[in-house]
């Protein structure tokens, strides 16, 4: 049986003479069932007991195949010869992860605060990965190097290879792979004889294999047989990873480098052994991993010396899969209280590690003990704290992404998709090949359910079960009464999962390292308060940067007088796009280069389109092609290419334009700028908004901390955005965009009175005096509760979870006045808290319904506000009022709220908000 619950008391571990003579062991006491149960003593013996001096008081503890061990009066387990020991299952630990902790704890740390740079063994690494893989789904080896060299076009640009160079390298280390391919055709009894490892050393031969190879392939791929990159999470172990390949269930793992020795090296045998694990916990038999050195082929005979056959095998034993567990303890345990990387070291040689120097840079300056040695000045006290501060509320918000996944397994199909984290019960309709080895999974829905997936993004697609059934990571194409997702393998399409990443915990530590750990001092000097932010003075009689706006032409000036940063506050519809764009060109017409950013995908490319309705193109879009806009595709950096020209396009525009999360690629973090211009500040946080303004020598941002926070899951420092940090900080380095040109008068009134001191004004007559007339309709045509241009409307509803029906019925009927009065329905949004309402309103009407989250930056004519609650506002609403605020700064000419006037009436914001709508 397994024993699972949180530590109570960790023993010392002591020896004790047993029949098998002295053996070591620890008592550790679990409470099995959470608070509630009693505490039961569990025993673990002999190398066991090396966690146990991992342990300490509150952490979840698994031991699996436990026996019951009652001696005394007292009940208790041990450790049988089948048990693994588990410190915090929950806390998923990456295979990679596991390897570098392995050959040293402090390149593990390294590599999570500094990120992986742009360098060639890198990108020579993912290159020959993509060959692997294509050789293994049937793609022809000239045809894939060809076409994996082009897709690596930028990188290799920005690191100055030569594209026929880099095709040599990538083929003299696939030619290991495909002779091993064959060799194991051979295994299989085919008649590929001859096809070596050993002989596949120039290039000639290594065709000829591939012939042989694909000739097996044509036949198609036996699945059974081999599987290339396959995602695995285990939910006993608390490790997660994708292994390169499996063959007849047995993991396999590519090392682009060499390796003369008859043995893996041991932090690759442990990753394969990570693989062999989790199959087993799938249900296989995995009990033999395989390490395949694509360098050794490449190797001169004649210098080199040693074993040169690519593939090494070694067998996986219980032992070594207990040590890995052991080792993912370690982990486990050195996160537990989520401080900073101490200074502990294994027994590794220093002088031979070529992350020696970043060691030392960062030992020196978190003045850390250090075998390598210790560079520069330790920091400051504050800056100190402030690494820490934040270390920590980004491993907070890794945890909550853990416990996403955890959902994974833990909740049913039906109540992932009521969370609307999940698709479920597709009708498969095809798996269809498209080319490069690649799949079109399609599939129909057979309910109206909603979820969070969107087009574009990553999802797992699975046969119905994604923790233990056959599942994918896969790009959703198209989501509609069909789902369309492409995947490397086939899988029958019944569910789609939102799938949890850590790529942004991983990208603001990496952004958090390159401020404070490597950031210029002078940034830190101001950002840390220790000085004012400056700015330059400009020509009193200097022309205006715009004329009909005192308040927008404040905020270039101040943008294009920064030395350091400067803040553009802009309440709803006070021209932030606009504004922006006028900025960039100014910046530009001094010879700055911009960085033009924003949390967003769709706020950047709008930032694009103000430039250009400003005549200005002389732009260049980073992102992928799916996040981008399709009229700003024109101007998207294409990776693929030639490397010079590639990395010559993107070094010389002198407009840069992608999200906050694109700036954290290591392409991105190659480049510098002049300026950075980041639009949503207010929507991210500061390690988020870092990772833009560390590419520059001064940034600017546009935002409004009345509107949407930053999106985080955690409750911690990270809900406050820089932004809103500095402009209570420094007032004075802002400007308030005060005149709005989005809505009436009438309806803009509440939130400039809530929200912005009264501050925010029509910008014209005509924006304040905007009605539904001046669409050609006869408000006399409205139903008489909705002729005044804000309306309130109580439908006597019934709240149910998160949906009201009746409130529902009445939005709908809402709606249908306005269309029947002659509004057009795409001049109506509907905005509701939950999805779950979403749901529910938009069975009933075919407007656009949405969150207010969906609907930041958007407007329409008309809104209409559903509210949910009843009774009482104890149970959630807008969460907080600012989302209130982005909802009804959405509308321009007609606004109603539909809600409870009880459950509103009983909160003095909510009151405001009626007495103001009744008036
Ligand atoms: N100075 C100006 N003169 C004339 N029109 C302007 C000016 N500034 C903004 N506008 C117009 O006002 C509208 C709103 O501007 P914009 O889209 O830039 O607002 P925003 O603040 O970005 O909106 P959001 O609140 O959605 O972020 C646009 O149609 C824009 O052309």
Not at 107 to 125: E, R
Not at 604 to 614: F, G, I, K, M, T
Request: with cysteine; proline share 4%; glycine share 8%.
């Amino acid at each position: 049986m397994n024993v699972r619950g949180p530590l109570v008391a960790v023993g010392e571990v002591r020896q004790v003479s047993t029949r098998y003579g002295e053996r070591d062991l620890a008592e550790l006491t679990v409470r099995p069932d959470g608070e509630a149960g009693e505490p039961v003593t569990v025993t673990l013996w002999g190398k066991w007991t090396h966690t146990a001096e991992h342990a300490e008081v509150g952490m979840e503890l698994l031991v699996t195949d436990a026996e019951r061990d009652d001696y005394g009066d007292r009940e208790g387990y041990t450790t049988s010869s089948e048990s693994y020991v588990v410190l915090e299952p929950d806390f998923l630990v990456d295979v990679t992860d596991v390897r570098s902790w392995v050959q040293c704890p402090r390149m593990y740390y390294l590599n999570k605060l500094s990120g992986i740079p742009l360098n060639y063994p890198v990108v020579k690494g993912t290159v020959v990965h993509e060959v692997f893989g294509d050789l293994l789904r049937g793609v022809d080896l000239e045809e894939s190097i060809d076409d994996r060299v082009a897709e690596a076009g930028l990188e290799l640009g920005l690191l100055g290879m030569e594209r026929e160079e880099v095709k040599n390298e990538v083929r003299r280390n696939a030619a290991a792979i495909e002779g091993w391919l064959n060799q194991g055709t051979l295994a299989t009894g085919d008649d590929a004889a001859g096809a070596a490892a050993g002989s596949a050393s120039d290039d000639a031969t290594a065709d000829d294999n591939a012939t042989a190879a694909r000739s097996e392939w044509d036949g198609g791929p036996d699945e059974s047989e081999w599987r290339s990159e396959y995602t695995l999470i285990s939910p006993t172990f608390g490790i997660k990873g994708r292994a390169d390949a499996l063959r007849r269930g047995q993991p396999v793992e590519l090392k682009t480098g060499k390796n003369t020795n008859r043995e893996p090296r041991f932090q690759d045998k442990i990753q394969a052994a990570c693989y062999a694990l989790l199959l087993r916990e799938r249900g296989g038999d995995a009990d033999t991993g395989t390490l395949l050195y694509t360098k050794n082929t490449a190797l001169d005979r004649g210098e080199a010396s040693g074993d040169l056959s690519p593939a090494k095998e070694f067998s996986v034993g219980k032992g070594l899969l207990e040590f890995v567990v052991r080792q993912r303890n370690e982990i486990a345990a050195a996160e537990f209280d989520m401080s900073v990387p101490t200074g502990y070291e294994a027994d590794a040689t220093c002088e031979y590690c070529f992350e020696q120097d970043a060691c030392m840079v960062v030992s020196g300056r978190l003045d850390q003990e250090s075998k390598a040695g210790q560079i520069g000045t330790a920091l400051p006290e504050e800056e100190r704290e402030y690494f820490e501060g934040t270390y920590r509320a980004l491993e907070e918000e890794r945890r909550e992404t853990h416990a996403e996944y955890r959902k994974l397994w833990e909740q049913t199909a039906e109540e992932r998709a009521a969370d609307d984290r999940a698709l479920i019960d597709l009708e498969p309709i095809s798996e269809a090949p498209i080319g490069d080895g690649r799949w079109r999974l399609t599939a129909r829905k057979t309910t109206d359910a909603v979820s969070k997936l969107r087009e574009g993004d990553v999802a797992l697609a699975s046969d119905g079960d994604p923790a233990s059934g056959h599942s994918e990571l896969g790009r959703i194409k198209h989501l509609g009464g069909e789902v369309v997702v492409e995947t490397d393998e086939p899988v029958e399409l019944h569910r789609l999962d939102v799938y949890p990443s850590e790529l942004s915990v991983s990208r603001m530590h990496t952004a958090v390292h390159d401020f404070v750990l490597k950031g210029d001092p002078d940034r830190k000097d101001v950002l840390f308060g220790r000085r004012e932010p400056e700015f330059s003075a400009r020509a009193g009689d200097a022309a205006p940067f715009i004329d009909n706006n005192e308040a927008q032409n404040a905020a270039v000036e101040k943008a294009v007088t920064a030395e350091d940063f400067a803040l553009v506050h802009g309440p709803p519809g006070t021209g932030k796009t606009y504004t922006i764009a006028r900025i960039v060109r100014a910046l530009v017409e001094r010879g700055d280069r911009v960085l033009l950013s924003a949390f967003t995908n769709r706020a950047v490319d709008n930032a694009l389109e103000a430039l250009r309705e400003q005549r200005f193109t002389d732009a260049l879009r980073v992102g992928t092609e799916t996040g981008v806009r399709g009229d700003m595709q024109d101007i998207r950096l294409v990776a693929r290419g030639e490397p010079n020209d590639r990395a010559a396009t993107l070094n010389s525009a002198s407009v840069v334009a992608a999200t906050t999360s694109s700036c954290g690629s290591r392409t991105m973090r190659e480049q510098t700028f002049d300026v950075a211009l980041v639009d949503e500040a207010s929507q991210l946080t500061e390690p988020g908004t870092l990772a833009a303004a560390n590419l520059a020598d001064r940034f600017v941002l546009v935002g409004d901390h009345e509107q949407l926070p930053p999106v985080v899951r955690a409750e911690n420092r990270l809900r406050e955005s820089l932004f809103q940090r500095l402009i209570e900080a420094h007032p004075d380095a802002g400007v308030l965009l005060d005149r709005q040109y989005r809505m009436s008068q009438r309806i803009q009134a509440f939130s400039s009175r809530e929200f912005y001191d009264g501050k925010l004004r029509p910008a014209t007559p005509e924006v304040a005096g905007q009605t539904l007339a001046d669409l050609g309709v006869d408000t006399d045509d409205l139903p008489p509760d909705l002729r005044d241009s804000v309306a309130f409307v109580d439908p006597s509803g019934a709240r149910e979870g998160n949906a009201n029906p009746i409130e529902a019925d009445r939005v709908a009927e809402v709606v249908d006045a306005y269309v029947a009065a002659g509004v057009d329905p795409d001049d109506i949004g509907v905005i509701a808290p939950f999805r779950a309402q979403v749901a529910e309103i938009g069975r009933r009407t075919d407007v656009t319904v949405d969150t207010v989250d969906r609907f930041q930056g958007s407007s329409k004519e008309v809104i209409v506000v559903s509210f949910v609650a009843t009774g009482d506002l104890s149970s959630p609403i807008f969460e907080d009022t600012r989302r209130v605020n982005v909802a009804l700064t959405r509308a321009k000419k007609a606004l109603c709220l539909v809600g409870d006037a009880e459950a509103l009436g009983s909160e003095p914001f909510y009151a405001r908000m009626l007495d103001w709508a009744r008036r």
